[in-house]
């Protein structure tokens, strides 16, 4: 019997089991909670989040505290029991969605029986985000965030971090192919390949990092709850590696009640030829009601390639495929304690990379060695959380590998190795194995004084080998390199209410680094050992003021610092010199940025318009990049000190209860000010998005009869211009470029259909990506966008 024969059978086998369970429609329309007795608002959160809603209007005004609710109950009779009294009522806005507000004084009513509200029902709710360790709408939260929910995210065809291009202001990433890539925030970039460097931007899954120095593992964005994206340093939370930002992936729980199944079909055509298919599964079984559940999500997806290469006679070269899953196990412990076990794993392969040379058109390139790369990513975690009316504590722990293989086209620079003219290749793997451990507990909510604290360790080693040589001959040239990784780290932040629309907010994370650097380089007979030991330590400080001047708007002011590690150069030639004018460092030193942001958070027309404006100011200084040395190997420079002054929005607009706008924009200028003498005369620009990025975006749903909904969503999507290198060239720089999307979706009660079309223009802009680095640097490359590619999905729930 074949594998596809018995994961059919397995998935069939769960299908039936799911229809025929006799649960599932004893508990319909009613949700598990826990709450604690607590102040209304916060009820209201944790509401919000174990019952998987959003909310709407104004939570502030509800006063008093809500009762304790255990047990299995209507999502309308937990908000009765805990708004009584509150002065507060409820109305509900969608399916998933209520709104809250103040009530008109009324008689004593039945539960289940909404109070009149003062607002019309066609607010815009939010969902709640817990990336501050803490409930909060994202709009009531005093700083930049945005949150993408499942449902923005399933009816947006998103599959990726890379997809919320266009979807959140100032998100973009480096367009170098499936699991090569890195993800940006706010225009900033260290340049756009992954090396010796930590990230910028901090990767997240639930509680746990699935980064350190690696590219984004791409992972599939399959039953997941929301996605959170903090924009700024995050250094007091989240630490070292996290000066652009966080993206946090917050995955759904399994359900303790009910028994569930999802599944996804897809088929694409790309324009010129080539096709994809995509499948997702997820099954939902509780295996002792209210106690102990377990959830499996499974996926897999292929696609063919477009770039052409006529020298190898090959079309469709850069044909990807991923597969993976995630399986949960959670356990309500007791009242006010619970564990999730759970396990990811995805792997992805690609054939080759994805650009062109311009000579030839975006689309073909004529290499005479081909570039797959793999990507393989797997983590186990388990977090214990609990909450009571005397605070909450999560404490999580995980295991995590990646590894990732690429090979270079390396035939233009093999004499330099002393290799005859012909097909030469450079291949590196590199394999991260992490250990993380942390612990928050925070107060409970309400209070004048309320805060959290943190402990945080990590203990990883990361092997990177490097190899170039002939494609018949032997290696000319290889590293072998590990490098021992520790960090240890205590945090915490409290927020003192100076008045009812006052409050101000103090934090710091104190850090401990340490790292053991060992290499070993062959290049013929020859060798050159190294060994390093770097420790580092400090504080990484925050402060912001919030004021509310009237109950729909929020301002704040906040001052943050974010940080990275340094580290060791290793590799190159035999005869490459160090700590010498115009080279490599042998040690690079940490980096630091600073950022200084004034935001405004406002909501008008009953609710029905929400925006968020920023201006910030960041203070990068000793700035890490990774570059290249003429011969295509790779060090890393502390290139100077750079500026970046910008502008974000972010606004959504219900216009009518049938159809949504959404727009987002940033504006920036990435710039290098103070250049690093050790550098050659490029250095005097900083690599990044220059210009601005804006998207607007509708989603227009019409009611038709028999219970069915046509939904029609848009986008279109404004990049500015790219900085790739350190180069002040202008005609080094990508061009701007518009791109679209599209989509209509048949939605009939468990069963959906819809039409996906990507670039939308069929546009062929070269994107933020680079080549590769062995190449002529005199032989323009293209990174083009995929082309437009038209995707047929099928859903289904049961």
Not at 132 to 160: E, I
Not at 439 to 462: E, H, K
Not at 489 to 510: C, H, I, N, P, Q
Request: glycine share 12%; net charge positive.
């Amino acid at each position: 019997m074949s594998f596809v024969s018995r994961r059919a059978r397995v998935w069939a086998g769960a299908a039936l089991l799911l229809l025929a369970c006799p649960a599932q429609a004893a508990v319909k329309g009613k949700v598990r909670l826990n709450l604690a007795s607590k102040p209304v608002r916060a009820a209201l959160l944790d509401l919000a989040l174990q019952a998987d809603l959003s909310l709407g209007g104004d939570l502030d005004p509800c006063r008093g505290r809500a009762p304790a609710i255990l047990g299995r109950l209507r999502v309308e009779d937990a908000l009765d029991l805990i708004l009584s009294g509150s002065g507060c009522g409820w109305q509900r806005l969608e399916d998933a969605a209520f709104l809250i507000s103040p009530t008109r004084p009324q008689p004593a009513r039945p539960l289940s029986k909404p109070v009149p509200l003062v607002s019309p029902p066609v607010a815009l709710g939010e969902v709640i985000i817990t990336a501050q360790r803490q409930p909060n709408l994202p709009g009531r939260t005093p700083f930049a965030v945005s949150v993408v929910s499942s449902d923005q995210a399933r009816r947006a065809g998103l599959g990726g971090l890379g997809d919320l291009e266009g979807e959140v202001a100032g998100l973009s990433t480096t367009h170098l192919g499936p699991g090569r890539d890195k993800v940006m925030l706010r225009g900033l970039s260290d340049g756009a390949f992954s090396g010796q460097t930590q990230s910028i931007v901090a990767l997240y899954l639930d509680e746990t990092p699935i980064t350190y120095n690696a590219p984004d593992p791409n992972l599939r964005l399959a039953d997941v709850e929301r996605v959170e994206v903090l924009r700024g340093p995050q250094g007091t939370l989240y630490g070292g590696g996290s000066i652009g930002g966080v993206v946090r992936i917050v995955t759904r729980k399994p359900d303790l009640d009910t028994a569930s199944l999802d599944l996804t079909a897809s088929v694409s055509a790309a324009g010129g030829g080539g096709f994809g298919k995509a499948w997702e599964a997820t099954v939902n079984l509780p295996l002792a009601s209210g106690r102990l559940a377990l959830r499996a999500v499974g996926y897999g997806e292929t696609r063919d390639g477009y770039i052409r290469n006529p020298a190898l006679g090959l079309r469709g070269a850069n044909a990807s495929a991923r597969k993976g899953g995630r399986l949960s196990l959670r356990g309500q412990v007791s009242r006010d304690w619970a564990l999730t076990l759970a396990l990811t794993g995805q792997s992805i392969a690609t054939d080759d990379t994805q650009y062109g040379f311009r000579r030839l058109g975006p689309l073909v390139r004529d290499n005479l060695v081909r570039e797959p790369h793999e990507n393989r990513f797997s983590q186990a975690s388990l977090t214990v959380s609990g909450q009571g009316s005397w605070g909450a504590v999560s404490a999580s722990a995980a295991r995590l590998r990646h590894r990732f293989e690429s090979r270079y086209d390396a035939s233009g620079v093999a004499s330099r190795f002393g290799l005859p003219s012909g097909p030469a290749a450079f291949d590196e793997a590199k394999k991260t194995d992490l250990t993380v451990a942390e612990i928050t507990y925070s107060t409970p909510s309400g209070a004048t004084l309320s805060g959290l604290a943190g402990a945080f360790v990590s203990a990883g080693r990361t092997r990177t080998r490097s190899a170039l040589s002939g494609l018949a001959g032997p290696q000319a040239y290889g590293e072998d390199r590990d490098d021992d990784i520790r960090e240890a780290a205590l945090y915490g932040e409290g927020t003192l209410k100076v008045s009812a629309s006052l409050f101000l907010t103090a934090g710091v994370r104190w850090f401990d680094y340490g790292l053991d650097a060992r290499s070993r380089v062959t290049q013929g007979p020859g060798k050159r050992r190294f060994d390093g030991v770097g420790n580092e330590s400090g504080f990484s400080p925050k402060l912001l003021v919030g004021w509310t001047p009237i109950a729909d708007v929020l301002v704040y002011a906040e001052v943050a610092e974010g940080y990275r590690a340094g580290g060791f150069n290793t590799g190159g030639r035999l005869d490459q010199a160090f700590d010498q004018d115009g080279v490599p460092a042998r040690r690079y030193r940490p980096d630091t940025l600073w950022n200084y942001e004034l935001g405004v958070k406002a909501r008008g027309w009953d609710g029905r318009l929400q925006t968020r404006l920023a201006i910030f100011e960041a203070d990068w200084r000793s700035i890490q990049s990774d570059q290249h040395l003429g011969d295509g190997l790779s060090y890393t420079a502390n290139i100077g000190s750079g500026h970046n002054l910008g502008l974000e929005l972010e606004t959504s607009w219900r216009v009518s209860p049938r159809l949504d706008l959404r727009a987002a924009a940033l504006v920036s200028n990435p710039s290098l000010e103070r250049r690093d003498p050790a550098l050659d005369a490029r250095g005097v620009a900083l690599a990044g998005i220059n210009g601005a990025l804006a998207s607007l975006a509708f989603d227009y749903h019409r009611d038709l009869p028999g219970g069915h909904r046509l939904r029609a969503l848009g986008r279109l999507r404004y990049v500015g211009h790219g900085r790739l290198d350190l180069s002040p060239d202008p005609a080094a720089r990508t061009p701007d470029y518009i791109e679209g999307a599209a989509a209509l979706t048949w939605e009939a009660g468990r069963w959906s259909l819809g039409v996906h079309v990507d670039n939308l223009f069929g546009r062929r802009a070269d994107s933020f990506g680079s080549g590769n680095p062995f190449h002529d640097p005199k032989d323009a490359v293209v990174t083009p966008l995929a082309p437009r590619t038209v995707t047929l999905r099928a859903s289904s729930r049961f």
